[in-house]
Structure formats: structure tokens, C-alpha cells
């Protein structure tokens, strides 16, 4: 059981503007650990698209963009294509753990 | 370019020993900034973090996984390694060596990422 819940999965149209929710507690997220999100596609490593919770990495395009609130984070992508169909990971630092963690994942399907 | 390719027996039986070795190329390992890390992922499940080392020596662990890990660095071979042992069949998954860096300079360990990511390797525990 992660310590950062993400939901399973989630579908949306192509075209239009899904948020993937991360929901944390006061020993990672709360705690104000920065949040990272990872995208990962079938067969391959994870690739970090969002760090310090909403700075997009080299090459990531201006429709994916992250937030944070309280001890929760989001990952939203707007404008959804074909190829963003993915599983999506939050990752932090929880201090009770003492642990790097990552979330459960959500699986991306571009209907 | 930074790359880490992972190697290692791709099956291991219960009770014995996991060991893998990244061998990294394109950049030294001898750095005050990065960490060197291990990371898992079981078959249909989300990555877990093993361990991570500094290219001093110095390493942390998951409290969940402290008991049976060991990250060791070899730096005149720009290697650094993972011996897991007890293994059982909840050990099965693809291993990853990464790289874990800080958004700038003098950030505290604790909001690294992975940026690096080796390809993976999968090791199956089984008989």
C-alpha cells in the first residue's frame, strides 16, 4: 500500500484536459517535500516530466503542468493526445519512512 | 550522455542472493551533488525506491528492505552495486539503476529525483 494515492486509472477524450490527484499526508507531501511526477510507457523506465512539483523537465510540452495544495499534488495534462496514454507515478520524501516513495501509479487511456 | 545499463543473473533461487552491478558512462560518479540509487518494480506495480549511495560510500536504505540490502560504490571501475540477500518470490521485478539529482545546487537530499534511469533489468526468483 503506497503512501501516495493516486487513482488507478483514468480515461479522458483526446483533446480535452485530465488531473491526475496525489494525495499525500503530513510526513511527505504536508511536510512540504517537493513532488515529482514520472510518465511511463510499456517495457521502458519511468521518465521524470514534472520536478519541484511544477517545473516541467527538458522537452516536456507546455500541456502537461503540476500544482500542489496542502499535503496533495496534481499532474494535469490539457489538450490530451494519443501518445500521453501512459501510467503516471507522483514520487516524494516521506520523513517517517525515511524514504523516498512513490505513488501507486494511474493508468492514462486516451479514449 | 549520462547512461547506466544494469547486469546481472536474470534468475535467482529462494534463500540466495541478489546481485547486480550498474555500470555507468558519459560522466564520473565521483560527484558532491548526485546520488546513486536502486529502484524496483514488481510486475504490474508501482516503482519502489531500495537504496540509494553518495559516491563516498555513504548509503541509506528502505527501512522496509535495510535488513537484507547493501549498496556498494566502486569508483575506479565508475560501478556501483546491489546485493540483496534472502531473496524470495516477492523479490521478482525489474531493477533499476538511477541517478538522483537535486532541481539546483546545495538542495537537501530529501527532494532529489530520478533523472537517470537505466533500462532495467528483470530478475526472477524461483526455484
Known amino acids: 500500500q503506497s503512501v501516495l494515492t493516486q487513482p488507478p486509472s483514468l480515461s479522458g477524450a483526446s483533446g480535452q484536459r485530465v488531473t491526475i490527484s496525489c494525495s499525500g499526508s503530513?510526513?511527505?507531501?504536508?511536510?512540504?517535500?517537493?513532488v515529482h511526477w514520472y510518465q511511463q510507457f510499456p517495457g521502458r523506465p519511468p521518465q521524470v516530466v514534472i520536478v519541484?512539483?511544477?517545473n516541467r523537465t527538458s522537452g516536456v510540452p507546455e500541456r502537461f503542468s503540476g500544482s500542489r495544495s496542502g499535503s496533495s499534488a496534481s499532474l494535469a495534462i490539457s489538450g490530451l493526445q494519443s501518445d500521453d496514454e501512459a501510467d503516471y507515478y507522483c514520487?516524494?520524501?516521506?520523513?517517517?519512512?525515511?524514504?523516498?516513495?512513490f505513488g501507486g501509479g494511474t493508468k492514462l487511456t486516451v479514449l | 550522455q549520462l547512461q547506466l545499463q544494469e547486469s546481472g543473473p536474470g534468475l535467482v533461487k529462494p534463500s540466495e542472493t541478489l546481485s547486480l552491478t550498474c555500470s555507468v558512462s558519459g560522466a564520473s560518479m565521483i560527484s558532491t551533488i548526485y546520488y546513486w540509487a536502486w529502484i524496483r518494480q514488481p510486475p504490474g506495480k508501482a516503482p519502489e525506491w531500495i537504496g540509494s549511495?553518495?559516491?563516498?560510500?555513504?548509503?541509506y536504505y528502505s527501512p522496509s528492505l535495510k535488513s537484507r540490502v547493501t549498496i556498494s560504490v566502486d569508483t575506479s571501475k565508475n560501478q556501483f552495486s546491489l546485493k540483496l540477500t534472502s531473496v524470495t518470490a516477492a523479490d521478482t521485478a525489474v531493477y533499476y539503476c538511477?541517478?538522483?539529482?537535486?532541481?539546483?545546487?546545495?538542495?537537501?537530499?530529501?527532494?532529489?529525483?530520478?533523472?537517470?534511469w537505466g533500462k532495467g533489468t528483470r530478475v526472477t526468483v524461483s526455484p
Open positions: 503530513s510526513s511527505n507531501i504536508g511536510a512540504g517535500y517537493d
Open positions: 514520487q516524494s520524501y516521506d520523513n517517517s519512512l525515511s524514504a523516498w516513495v
Open positions: 549511495v553518495f559516491y563516498s560510500g555513504s548509503a
Open positions: 538511477v541517478r538522483q539529482a537535486p532541481e539546483s545546487k546545495n538542495t537537501p537530499r530529501f527532494y532529489y529525483f530520478m533523472d537517470v
Open positions: 519541484g512539483d511544477s
